[in-house]
């Protein structure tokens, strides 16, 4: 993999591998790279046992990411968040699903969603922006209004039909 500029690392209890592998199985255009692990060195701070897998270097529609065990020190919160745009209303049935699937479903609202790692979603349309930013503040603050009433994933044409005025 290239290394690019800015690379997203992600703190995971113990479980860095199977979470990046979670993860490229969803995403098309992904793949696993290099994977270090725990040698003797550093073991009196971190106390994690050599040979255990410390980081996994994996790509999710072109982003590398770098996946860490290192250990219960820190946990996630929605304080950040992965967006994903979609095209199709089936793209984000699909994500969500997939994404939701053993998460916390008392933080699923607004397209927003806790996956089994506690990491934080938005699956969104891609056109959102767009219609919140809208010249017409009557349209964008319709499609506000109806965001704010999700309760779980986005219904494309509830957005649609409220940016409309229908």
């Not at 919160?77 to 939701?100: G, N, P, R």
């Amino acid at each position: 993999m290239k290394l690019q500029k800015i690379t997203t690392n992600l703190w995971f209890d113990s479980k860095a591998e199977e979470a990046a592998r979670f993860y490229t199985s969803i995403f098309e255009n992904s793949s696993i790279g290099r994977i270090t692990r725990y040698g003797t060195e550093g073991y009196e701070i971190h106390g994690i046992p050599e040979g255990t897998v410390m980081t996994v270097e994996f790509r999710l529609e072109g982003q590398t990411f770098v996946a860490l065990n290192g250990g219960r020190q820190f946990k996630f919160t929605e304080a950040i968040s992965f967006i994903v745009h979609c095209e199709t209303q089936d793209e984000i049935d699909f994500y969500w699903e997939k994404l939701s699937e053993g998460g916390d479903e008392n933080s699923q609202v607004c397209g927003w969603l806790k996956d089994q790692y506690g990491v934080s979603w938005q699956v969104v349309p891609r056109d959102l922006p767009d219609m919140l930013n809208d010249l017409d503040s009557e349209k964008s603050r319709r499609v506000m209004q109806a965001l704010m009433k999700t309760k779980t994933k986005i219904d494309l044409n509830t957005l649609k039909e409220a940016y409309e005025g229908w």
